[in-house]
């Protein structure tokens, strides 16, 4: 704890540093209330203690002073005087001094006053640090609300908009059937995106560890998205070792993962561009062994945007080349899930590629 001392007598000032450092405080001093301004602003001292009896700049200017500076406002202040009638407290009480301590005082008077000073400031400090992080879910909570409002209203007017096409051009009708389905499965999404994260961060699983068969779990994933890359004339290659073993994990949210991913890299890659996934067993440093996924396909994300892509609702501006939309959680999701299969995830976007690589411990049967 740093204290800063005030005080133009210097036998005064002697001691009360002497009786400072008695108590383990380091200190500073000052011999007039300008220079005590200026160490205040410097050093950021833990506490000041100061006379109020000084020429030219007594200790109510620098209170002043002090107190209307926003980096020295909060710091605990303690006046130092010989003279302790009502009125002096009360000046000094209206303009913000924490407490009072009149001269002569005992050495223990002085290091009680401040450590009860120092214990009351810190628990304002609390306090205030609890206020502040209230106020900022709540903020996050009212914009979480807003953009769910909003991205729940727009696959309904998609909906509502088609439903009055159909009527007014009834020749046209599967298509305006095609573009509301569409949009079902767009607030379907979004909805069942909310509920696994709400599940997720309060620490539940999506579904149980059992044995999984991952080749297999590979297969099913990757063969449906070969038709689709297939259909936007892109190219789906999957690497995977000739054996892979037969693990114990949630397959469920595997599953999400590598879906989320692949759903990513097929909405985010033009006609005639790769996605590779690669799959590898190795070892972590206190080696536990690992399953490494990496899924990478060409489509670049600007440095910018990168540091955002994990944000729940972020979507890369212009960045959705097939025009499908989307709820912008699949991403904050993937993370979570993740996390919660114990694992890591990174990712990197450079030279016209974007690559994700997660790796997550595993338990053999």
């Not at 009125?87 to 009680?112: C, H, I, S, W």
């Not at 892109?234 to 995977?240: A, F, P, R």
């Not at 590779?276 to 070892?283: A, D, F, H, S």
Request: a negative charge; glycine letters at 6%; one cysteine or more.
């Amino acid at each position: 704890m740093k204290i800063l001392v005030i005080e133009d007598e210097k036998d005064v000032r002697l001691n009360i540093l002497e009786i400072l450092a008695s108590g383990g405080f380091d200190s500073l001093n000052a011999d007039n209330g300008m220079t005590g301004i200026q160490l205040a602003k410097e050093r950021s001292p833990d506490l000041i203690l100061c006379d109020i009896k000084m020429p030219d700049f007594d200790g109510y200017n620098v209170l002043e002073a002090l107190r209307q500076d926003p980096s020295t406002a909060m710091i605990p202040f303690i006046f130092l005087t010989a003279k302790a009638d009502k009125a002096d407290m009360r000046q000094g009480m209206n303009l913000g001094a924490d407490d009072y301590l009149t001269k002569p005082f005992r050495r223990v008077e002085l290091l009680e006053t401040i450590a009860a000073r120092l214990k009351r400031h810190s628990a304002q400090l609390e306090i205030q640090r609890k206020v502040d992080e209230l106020q900022s879910i709540n903020s996050q909570k009212n914009d979480l609300l807003n953009t769910i409002t909003h991205d729940l209203r727009a696959p309904l007017t998609t909906i509502k908009v088609a439903l009055q096409l159909m009527d007014a051009m009834p020749d046209n009708r599967r298509q305006y059937i095609d573009i509301a389905l569409n949009a079902c499965d767009q607030g379907d999404e979004l909805i069942q995106n909310l509920l696994d994260l709400y599940q997720l961060e309060s620490g539940e699983a999506l579904a149980p560890p059992e044995p999984l068969n991952l080749r297999e779990l590979l297969r099913k994933t990757t063969d449906a998205f070969q038709v689709r890359t297939r259909d936007c004339q892109q190219l789906l290659k999957v690497n995977l070792p000739e054996t892979l073993p037969v693990i114990v994990a949630d397959g469920v949210s595997l599953r999400r993962i590598l879906v989320e991913l692949l759903n990513n890299a097929c909405k985010y890659t033009q006609s005639g561009g790769e996605i590779c996934l690669k799959v590898r067993e190795g070892l972590s440093e206190n080696q536990t062994p690992l399953l490494q996924f990496t899924i990478a396909n060409q489509s670049e994300i600007p440095t910018k945007n990168l540091p955002h892509i994990f944000d729940k609702f972020y979507r890369v501006p212009g960045s959705d080349r097939w025009q499908k939309g989307g709820t912008g959680l699949g991403l904050a999701l993937v993370k979570k899930l993740v996390e919660q299969l114990q694992g890591s995830i990174i990712v990197k976007s450079q030279t016209g590629w974007t690559t994700f690589v997660i790796e997550l411990p595993y338990e053999t049967l």
